[in-house]
C-alpha cells in the first residue's frame, strides 16, 4: 500500500494529510499512518501544534469496507484515538465533508480538543499561523480553553 497518511511542516505547524481516496476510511494503512505521523510531529521541534487533515473531498468518513468481515489489525481506531488524547501538542482537525463514525469520534475525542494547560493566546497564535498557511476550516470543542 503506498503512503496514505502523511507528515509536512508548514511554517510552525505540522501537517498529517490523510489521503486514501475515495473517503479517507481509516482502514488499517490509515490508522498505521495516523500513529506514525503524529510521533513524526511530536519529535519535530519546529511544529508548535499539528493539524490533521483530508485531502481531497473529506475528513476520514469512518470505517474502511473493506475490512469488514476480516480478521482485525492494529492498531484498533481507540489505540490510535489514545496517541492524540496523549499529545502534548495542541491538535486541531481541519474538517471538511463528511465525518462520520470514527472519523466522527476522531473530530469528537481528539483533535479538535486541545488539552487543558493550553492556554487561549496559545491556541491564537496558532490559529493564526494556520491561517496564514492556508488553513481555514477548522473545527474546535473545548470548554477547558480560558
Known amino acids: 500500500m503506498s503512503e496514505v497518511v502523511s507528515y509536512r511542516l508548514e ?8 489521503d486514501y481516496p475515495p ?3 481509516l482502514g488499517q494503512g490509515v ?10 510531529g511530536l519529535e519535530d521541534d519546529q511544529a508548535k501544534a499539528l493539524v ?5 473531498r473529506t475528513f476520514p468518513a469512518g470505517a474502511d469496507i473493506r475490512e469488514f468481515g476480516k480478521p482485525p489489525a492494529g492498531p ?4 490510535v484515538i489514545s496517541e ?12 471538511h465533508g463528511t465525518a462520520l463514525g470514527g ?21 491564537m497564535e496558532v490559529m493564526n499561523k494556520m491561517q496564514e498557511n492556508g488553513f481555514f476550516k477548522v473545527g474546535l470543542l473545548n470548554e477547558d480553553i480560558e
Open 103 to 123: 472519523g466522527a469520534c476522531q473530530e469528537e475525542r481528539v483533535f479538535v480538543r486541545a488539552q487543558p494547560e493550553v492556554k487561549y493566546s496559545q491556541f
Open 11 to 18: 511554517g510552525d505547524i505540522g501537517v498529517i494529510g490523510v
Open 84 to 95: 492524540y488524547e496523549s499529545s502534548d501538542k495542541l491538535v486541531i482537525a481541519a474538517i
Open 31 to 40: 490508522r498505521e499512518g495516523l500513529v506514525n505521523c503524529l510521533r513524526q
Open 23 to 25: 473517503v479517507n476510511a
Open 76 to 79: 484498533a481506531l481507540p489505540d
Open 52 to 56: 490533521v487533515i483530508g485531502e481531497g
